[in-house]
């Protein structure tokens, strides 16, 4: 079946410091592949996402690129900052249909301090 | 995009006793809706989905159940609660193509 490894910490940086959050997939099919954020007490909330291979999602600083030869989605971000410490879920999807599920990592939780 | 009402947001319920937890969904219409736990330690699990009104499937035997009344109404039920079911519940919603997962804020149930 699917599945989603990821880092799963926890990582501590400082602030301004480089990220990187590991994620490697295997999956059935050609799949969908996204970043979600949670911060503290909320629900989650899509990052960024990549369809395709080769694919770079990006959003509020953050990045992560498909790559199909590897299987990978890592994470990263060029600096830091206090306000991105959250738990972070990598996650898959293939296909569509009324059967649809998303698969997600186990979460990598970030605190950055100041 | 869609915007996912979760409540209430926070419970604390005895041993025994009946649960409801409600979930509405706007922006949208027919979505494929979901219930997640998330348990101390963060990992989420998929409790049920929903692709229309009436239809159900459960992931894992448990001592909860789920309902869909209406096209953007889920409601996550039990008739007696057990401590185990103490977690994160997140209710969740569809999107067309690339099928990405909208996510309400959350209730936290408490079990005592």
């Known amino acids: 079946g699917d599945s989603v490894t990821q880092m799963e910490g926890p990582v501590t940086l400082s602030e301004e410091a480089f990220l990187t959050i590991n994620c490697t997939y295997t999956a059935t099919g050609y799949p969908s592949l996204f970043w979600y954020v949670q911060y503290p007490g909320e629900g989650l909330q899509l990052l960024l996402k990549a369809t395709k291979a080769d694919d770079k999602g990006s959003n509020k600083g953050f990045e992560a690129t498909y790559r199909k030869e590897t299987t990978s989605f890592h994470l990263e971000k060029g600096s830091v900052q206090v306000s991105d410490s959250a738990v972070y879920f990598c996650a898959l999807t293939v296909g569509g249909g009324s059967n649809y599920k998303l698969t997600f990592g186990k979460g990598t939780l970030l605190t950055v301090n100041p | 995009s869609q915007t996912i009402h979760q409540w209430p947001a926070t419970l604390v319920q005895p041993v025994g006793s009946p649960l409801s937890l409600e979930c509405t969904v706007e922006?949208?219409?027919?979505?494929?809706l979901y219930w997640y736990r998330q348990a101390a330690g963060r990992g989420l699990q998929l409790l049920f989905y929903?692709?229309?009104?009436?239809?159900i499937s459960s992931e894992v035997p448990q001592n909860l159940s789920a309902s869909r009344p209406q096209d953007r109404q889920f409601i996550l039920s039990s008739k007696k609660l057990l401590l185990s079911d103490s977690g994160f519940y997140l209710c969740a919603a569809r999107d067309s193509w690339p099928g990405e997962l909208f996510f309400g804020e959350g209730s936290r149930l408490t079990v005592l």
């Open positions: 929903s692709v229309g009104i009436g239809q």
């Open positions: 922006g949208t219409s027919n979505p494929n």
